[in-house]
């Protein structure tokens, strides 16, 4: 064979072969237990939810007495999982429901520091990883019934919060070191027959929940990451499917179960499982195609790692600017941003948490409106924060994080828009010149160099008429 030959047979091979690869990625994974949704929810308790901008979590627990020290000795991983410390005897761990008594637990008081913060949701732990219930299950006795406290935490909460205007979430972990049936995998016989009771279990009480608690506004699921869950796509779809039954417009994240190879967050052809995202933990995305036309939410922490309560918070705190700054990106790319706080074990909480609540809901009363019923604004990004846009108006929000010292604010806008109007939300009188500087580009004019916070511009948009304004030159390249 010539060479010429060769290579015509081997570019025919070539083309056979990328066909086929196409073809391949085109091919769906037949799905019995994957997603069952393509795109967003469109019904108005997701709407609402979309709208929420910021929230609050709550991580409260049995661990919360210890705060993460044991007998002097700091523990070293975060502080709701100090029970899997070896420096600890699960049982006495476990004992620790006989000193479960917060005498100073105010729940119109977590309230009140949420409401003022800003929160419109707030996601609560009823059982973490230790199994401790902070309702009164009727399927388990490690619960606060059997404390010193004796009665329901989580009743008194809803109520409080809902009082409060703002929607509740109940976090319910499926890992439960408490319940002799759960494992970490389902290897033996009697593995599996332990298990099975523990599906019970966890449906009982899941069902358990959503009758007790129907203002719940969904579920916020942890712990599924174990292979024995992971091999539960049949049971845990048909668990969903109940439950949405049982409770229309529940909102469940992508957190709660795998699709049948095992597929978590996404299914096998890639499709998110469940109503939004819940893979952004301590961290953000960074541009808008991070988060694939999702919703989602990112779940924060004041100290680096410590969702229950640490009575030594260790690494870098986060200042309440750095908090707000992540809220105005999280709601700039679409999503929420939801701060974690973590009540002592007397029900009390600390100092530094209702400083830091203050702070961000004196900013949040100026400030809100470039945060609540906000959407990705489909601008490009420019260095001095973040654009958040009215969500159904043609306003858009400049979340000023970052001051140019030359009081120039850059806009990038789609061809055929123009800005109508600039001004600061404060002074929504006081007209701030809006100079063009290219083709859809714009300078913002605001002189400040004295804020120690971050401050919001307010443009108003609308179509450009055509021939007005300056014409630019393209550079011939
Ligand atoms: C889990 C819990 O183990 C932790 O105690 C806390 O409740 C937190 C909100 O959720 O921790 C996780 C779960 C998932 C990831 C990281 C930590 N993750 O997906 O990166």
Not at 245 to 263: M, N, Q, V, Y
Not at 418 to 425: C, D, Q, T
Request: charged share 25%; hydrophobic share 35%; aromatic share 12%.
């Amino acid at each position: 064979m010539k060479l010429s030959e060769k290579n015509i047979g081997l570019t025919f091979l070539m083309i056979l072969f990328l066909s086929f690869a196409n073809a391949q990625d085109k091919e769906q994974v037949k799905l019995v237990h994957g997603s069952h949704r393509v795109g967003k929810r469109t019904d108005e308790v997701m709407q609402k939810w979309r709208g929420y901008g910021l929230g609050q979590f709550i991580h409260w627990g049995l661990y919360a007495i210890p705060g993460g020290e044991w007998n002097g000795k700091q523990y070293d991983g975060a502080a709701e999982w100090i029970r899997s410390w070896n420096g600890i005897p699960k049982s006495t761990y476990d004992s620790l429901i006989y000193k479960f008594n917060p005498v100073n637990f105010n729940p119109e008081e977590w309230a009140g520091i949420a409401k003022n913060m800003g929160a419109k949701y707030v996601t609560i732990t009823t059982k973490h990883h230790d199994g401790f219930c902070l309702w009164p299950s009727k399927y388990t006795s490690y619960t606060v019934a059997k404390s010193p406290w004796k009665k329901d935490v989580i009743g008194p909460l809803v109520d409080a919060y809902n009082k409060a205007g703002i929607d509740v979430i109940l976090y319910f972990s499926i890992m439960d070191w408490n319940h002799p049936g759960w494992r970490y995998d389902i290897k033996t016989k009697s593995d599996s027959i332990a298990f099975e009771g523990f599906k019970k279990f966890t449906r009982n009480q899941l069902i358990e929940l959503l009758t007790r608690y129907p203002t719940a506004k969904g579920l916020w699921f942890d712990g599924t990451w174990d292979k024995s869950w992971v091999k539960q796509a049949e049971f845990a779809d048909e668990l969903e499917t109940e439950m949405r039954k049982l409770h229309p417009g529940l909102i469940i994240g992508s957190r709660f179960r795998a699709d049948e190879f095992g597929k978590r967050h996404f299914d096998s052809n890639h499709v998110l499982m469940g109503d939004y995202e819940q893979g952004w933990e301590r961290k953000l995305p960074n541009k808008i195609e991070d988060v694939h036309g999702n919703d989602w939410d990112c779940v924060m922490t004041v100290p680096e790692n410590q969702w229950g309560y640490n009575k030594a918070w260790k690494g870098h705190i986060k200042t309440s600017n750095e908090l707000i700054e992540m809220t105005a990106k999280a709601v700039s790319l679409g999503g929420n941003f939801v701060l974690n706080f973590g009540p002592k074990g007397d029900g009390s909480i600390r100092d530094e948490e209702k400083k830091l609540a203050a702070e961000i809901g004196n900013w949040m009363k100026v400030n809100n409106e470039a945060i609540y019923n906000c959407e990705y604004a489909g601008l490009e990004k420019q260095d001095w924060g973040y654009f958040t846009k009215k969500t159904g108006a043609d306003k858009i929000h400049m979340i000023v994080c970052n001051i140019p010292v030359s009081g120039a604010y850059q806009v990038k806008l789609p061809a055929g828009t123009g800005i109508s109007k600039a001004y600061l939300l404060t002074q929504p009188d006081e007209r701030l010149n809006v100079e063009e500087i290219q083709s859809n580009a714009y300078f913002v004019h605001y002189k400040n160099t004295g804020a120690d916070k971050p401050f919001v511009l307010v443009i108003e948009t609308s179509s450009k008429v055509k021939g007005s304004g300056n014409s630019y030159e393209k550079a011939k390249t």
